[in-house]
């Protein structure tokens, strides 16, 4: 019978152990979880950070590049006006072979519309309606973007107002390669994977100005087909919010996307020189989160390698449990008559306690039953078993949620607690002292008003001592003390020792 309640016990110890340590496992996975979510989504907003500042710089630089050429073609103007000349015709057999800071070609236009430049600029004239752009000038104007059939690369033509014959109104035109541009954007980038676009709003067209394909640079193609076309199904709503937000004119914003396995960032600004112009860059997050994602790794790691640590101390201390249970359960551990501890099994526990805790802090009281020789010699060896079994009843109920209870020889108790809170002690101790006169022997004549008593002293670990032996001799002496006062009584160990106790 004692046999399958052990075994019983061993094996509600071993479910419960179990299923805390499934507990415990789930518990760190869903906070390695949460944190990690935590972490990717500090990584969306440092590379849309990080993408924004990059597009900013960029845009600002071509604004610079911009206004750099307008102003180079309004001084240009204003040099002519000041000449006021009256053949615009001879004003451009005069200039036109020379060459520009930068631009590829330049030419005039009277008031009447008349274009003075070379038959391929006429011819691109005709084809990209150029004229309507010019007659927008206040004082400048700027076509879109469009590739030139004399050098077969994207080109942009600024417009700016001149006068000419005594006040008529007229146009100076410069055409610039966007490569300048191109390049002004290409300086700025972090990696060979940074994309760098022209996107006209109106169109949806793009011009490619920097990305990982060099050859691929100048090449025109639609918003469609470069960034919308495999962007996963969950992402489009979000794309669409910020397709939406550059038709509305905002300045500047940001999405995160995946295409298949790659996450991007991309961000657009607004380019003042270049109505209707943006200029967006698009960036794989591999690209800029490789420290982020090193530190990612880094702290994975740690959690997992933290997980298997304290699940092997867990495995450890379990299996040390299990091993100290056996050896109890080995040694006979209880007392056939009052079903507690024995001497020898308790020596054993509290010994393993104070070679394993970190920090012992225990108590023990040494109890025994009043002038029990008494109620043998009165009422018999039945009855005195008898107070025995209840009286151990007694402390087991009692303390048994506390320590170890054992039977330390014939009416001697002692209960080994782990903890060494005096006040909780006491009061267990306080409902002993007055429960125990409850305990009768079996056998008693009329009017024999007999009733059971018992004394207690206790020791503390660390104060009184920080041995298992030599905490039991200092209860033993507190004991002594409370039988030296008359018994039915407890108290605690003074600091008074023998030399031989030490």
């Not at 507990?23 to 440092?46: D, P, Q, T």
């Not at 610079?64 to 102003?71: A, G, V």
């Not at 070379?118 to 011819?123: G, K, P, R, T, V």
């Not at 639609?222 to 397709?243: C, H, P, Q, V």
């Amino acid at each position: 019978m004692n046999n399958t309640i052990t075994e019983t016990g061993e094996l509600k110890r071993s479910g419960s152990f179990i299923r805390m340590m499934i507990v415990y496992f789930v518990v760190c996975l869903i906070g390695m979880a949460v944190m990690i979510v935590s972490i990717n989504g500090l990584m969306k907003e440092h590379d849309k950070k990080l993408t924004g500042q990059i597009c900013d710089l960029v845009a600002e630089k071509m604004n610079n590049s911009i206004k750099y050429m307008t102003t180079s073609a309004q001084n240009m103007s204003a040099m002519l006006t000041a000449q006021q000349h009256s053949d615009l015709q001879a004003l451009y057999d005069e200039f036109a072979d020379l060459e520009g800071d930068g631009y590829v070609s330049m030419g005039l236009i009277d008031g009447n519309g008349k274009v003075y430049a070379s038959e391929l600029q006429l011819a691109e004239f005709k084809k990209w309606e150029l004229l309507d752009t010019a007659r927008q000038a206040n004082p400048v104007s700027i076509s879109t973007p469009y590739r030139s059939g004399l050098t077969g690369e994207p080109v942009i033509t600024l417009f700016t107002v001149m006068e000419y014959d005594s006040g008529r109104k007229g146009w100076l035109f410069l055409t610039y390669p966007l490569k300048e541009i191109q390049n002004m954007a290409s300086t700025e980038t972090l990696a060979d994977e940074t994309e760098i676009w022209l996107m006209d709003t109106e169109s949806n067209n793009v011009i490619q100005c920097s990305g990982g394909d060099k050859h691929g640079s100048g090449s025109w193609a639609n918003a469609t087909l470069i960034f919308e076309r495999n962007i996963d199904n969950r992402d489009i709503g979000k794309y669409s919010e910020w397709m939406k937000s550059m038709v509305n004119g905002e300045r500047s914003a940001g999405v995160v996307y995946r295409i298949g396995d790659i996450s991007y960032s991309q961000v657009y600004a607004n380019i003042d020189f270049m109505h209707g112009w943006n200029v967006v860059v698009r960036i794989p997050n591999s690209a800029m989160s490789s420290a982020m994602e090193k530190f990612r790794g880094i702290v994975i790691l740690y959690i997992l390698t933290l997980l298997c640590a304290t699940a092997v101390m867990f495995l450890l201390t379990h299996r040390r449990d299990v091993a100290d249970r056996e050896i109890l359960k080995n040694l006979s551990i209880h007392d056939p008559l009052t079903h507690v501890m024995n001497r020898r099994a308790l020596d054993v526990a509290a010994h393993n306690y104070f070679q394993n805790a970190l920090k012992a802090e225990c108590t023990v009281l040494f109890i025994d039953v009043d002038y029990f020789k008494q109620v043998n010699d009165r009422y018999g060896h039945d009855a005195g078993d008898k107070v025995l079994i209840e009286f151990a009843a007694l402390l087991k109920e009692l303390f048994g949620d506390m320590g170890l209870i054992s039977r330390y020889g014939g009416d001697e108790f002692l209960v080994f607690i782990k903890s060494a809170d005096r006040l909780k002690i006491e009061s267990k101790v306080s409902d002993l002292k007055r429960r125990v006169h409850d305990i009768k022997p079996i056998t008693r004549k009329e009017g024999d008003d007999y009733s059971v008593s018992c004394s207690c002293g206790g020791a503390f670990c660390p104060h009184d001592a920080r041995d298992f032996v030599k905490l039991k001799a200092c209860a033993d002496r507190a004991l002594y003390k409370v039988k030296e006062r008359g018994r039915d009584g407890y108290g605690w160990y003074d600091g008074k020792i023998s030399k031989s106790e030490k």
